[in-house]
Structure formats: C-alpha cells, structure tokens
C-alpha cells in the first residue's frame, strides 16, 4: 500500500519561499508530480519528476520560481517555491504516477494514481 504524507505548508508573505515535502513508503521507481487545488478551481498541475530524478516538468505559472527534487534514499520528493505569489494560494498535492521507469513523467492527473492528503499553502499580499 503507498502511502504519501505532505508537510511543509502554511502562511507567507508575497516574495516569500516554503518548501514543501512529500515522504512516499510503499514503492519506489515511479515518477512524483505536485499539484494544487484553489477554492473553486480544478486541480492544476505543478510540476512532476522522473523515479530518476534526471527529467522535470513544470507549468508555466511557476516556471523559474519553483524547483521539484527528490531524494530516493529517502524516498522523498520536495517541491521549493520562491517568489511566491498570492494566486499560488492552494492546497498542494503530492501524487505518485501509475507506471513505473517513465523517462518523462505526465503532466495530467488521471495518470497519477496515489496522492497525499494536501498540505494548504496560503500566500498573502
């Protein structure tokens, strides 16, 4: 059974940085992805890596601000965000893809098929 724990989020300034942190047990070799959920909005891609660590993927609305990593021997994946923005402001997910050795991991939810329970991140103006 995967289980994936999230922590790291809470409350910061506009311009500010957090580190979230995702620590995965059950499998290792599969791709890790990010993503959030605003009030009422559709869940959202983040930003994703490979089980390798050595491919990342990121959307366009935090391209050059956040930084996906993982650490295998720890089975942890984190997710660095700077320069934060108040619309950054969501629940934030860790998921787990579905398929193992994926050189480049999707993009999209539905190929994710274990997720943390969220961790809320709220940036203020």
């Known amino acids: 059974q995967v289980q994936l724990v999230e922590s790291g989020g809470g409350l910061v300034q506009a311009g500010g940085s957090l580190r979230l942190s995702c620590a995965a047990s059950?499998?290792?070799?599969?791709?890790m992805g990010w993503f959030r959920q605003a009030p009422a909005k559709e869940r959202e891609f983040v930003a994703s890596?490979?089980?390798?660590?050595?491919?990342?993927h990121y959307a366009d609305s935090v391209k050059g601000r956040f930084t996906i990593s993982r650490d295998n021997a720890k089975n942890s994946v984190y997710l660095q965000m700077n320069s934060l923005k108040p619309e950054d402001t969501a629940v934030y997910y860790c998921?787990?893809?579905?398929?193992?050795?994926?050189?480049?991991?999707?993009?999209?939810?539905?190929?994710?098929?274990?997720w943390g329970q969220g961790t809320q991140v709220t940036v203020s103006s």
């Open positions: 890596i490979a089980w390798h660590g050595g491919s990342t």
């Open positions: 998921a787990q893809d579905g398929s193992p050795y994926r050189v480049v991991v999707p993009t999209t939810a539905a190929s994710f098929n274990y």
């Open positions: 059950g499998r290792s070799h599969y791709g």
